[in-house]
């Protein structure tokens, strides 16, 4: 999971198992995804297809991929900057797909040459952006407050706490808010919705709303 607009490095390793030399080695790796920005991709040690948005490394971008022993190992990486939030608004789980091919030749037991290829899947989700807001009020919701308002001195007045909750990207599973009550301040107990969702804890005196899952593109209070 990564973060909308921040550069990601991506770092492809390679080894070769077999017991035998592989010659004319070539990595290939086709991006894709709603969150890709293509122009920002950027090799290193090896060369970009923005046609196919497709990194390629091979022999003339490594020397070492002419001719791999039994063991030998190498690496290519290249970079990218998934889409920024404001790109992102109307997509839902957003995410870029690496597939990541490597093929070469080697020599079978019979001296023929033969091709071997090798492919995996990886993807990259981009972080939801989970936004949190809060404002007291007194004479709005579906709680009764009590007490002088404004405020007198001595005289116990009581506010109603709104947290809102917004979510865009992806899905999110168990969100919870916390907050600490100051030494001067007062739980009363009432809560909406009055489903246990929302609890206190006496003891650090903070006030716990659980949420729940937040799909995204909505929002919650």
Do not use: C, H
Not at 72 to 97: A, C, E, Y
Request: glycine share 10%; hydrophobic share 35%; no cysteine.
């Amino acid at each position: 999971v990564v973060d909308a607009g921040s550069p990601v490095q991506v770092i492809i390793s390679w080894v070769n198992t077999l017991p035998n030399p592989i010659s004319n080695a070539r990595v290939t790796v086709v991006l894709s995804g709603e969150a890709l920005d293509p122009a920002t991709v950027s090799a290193s040690g090896g060369f970009y297809r923005s046609s196919d948005s497709t990194v390629l490394f091979d022999s003339s971008t490594n020397p070492a991929l002419t001719n791999l022993q039994p063991g030998d190992t190498g690496q290519g990486s290249f970079s990218f900057v998934p889409k920024k939030n404001s790109l992102l608004t109307n997509l839902r789980n957003p995410s870029i797909t690496m597939r990541v091919s490597v093929a070469g030749s080697r020599l079978s037991e019979t001296s023929v040459p033969e091709v071997i290829t090798s492919t995996i899947t990886r993807t990259i989700k981009i972080g939801t952006n989970l936004g949190l807001s809060s404002r007291m009020v007194r004479s709005v919701g579906g709680i009764a407050n009590t007490g002088p308002f404004p405020p007198e001195v001595d005289k116990e007045s009581t506010y109603t706490v709104v947290y809102s909750l917004s979510n865009t990207g992806n899905n999110v599973a168990g969100a919870k808010v916390t907050a600490a009550l100051p030494p001067y301040v007062r739980f009363t107990g009432v809560t909406n919705p009055s489903d246990g969702s929302v609890t206190y804890n006496e003891t650090t005196r903070t006030v716990t709303w659980n949420a729940g899952d937040v799909a995204s593109g909505s929002t919650g209070a």
